[in-house]
């Protein structure tokens, strides 16, 4: 398992708590913890923008 967005291998197999799991295009994808901080709110606004 790599992140998403770093291409960082997770340390762990499952990764740790601090990855985040989503999916996309029916993909599992991951995302570590630190890019989850820097890209929290671009995260968000694709959510907003997904959901409404
Ligand atoms: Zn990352």
């Known amino acids: 398992m ?3 967005t770093c291409g960082a291998a997770a340390p762990s ?3 740790p708590l ?3 799991a989503g ?3 029916g993909r599992r994808v991951w995302t570590c913890g630190a890019c ?3 890209n929290i709110r671009s995260i968000e ?3 907003d923008s997904a959901w409404w």
């Open 18 to 20: 601090t990855w985040s």
């Open 2 to 4: 790599v992140c998403l």
């Open 23 to 25: 999916t996309e295009r």
């Open 36 to 38: 989850m901080r820097a």
């Open 45 to 47: 606004g694709k959510l």
């Open 13 to 15: 197999d499952p990764p």
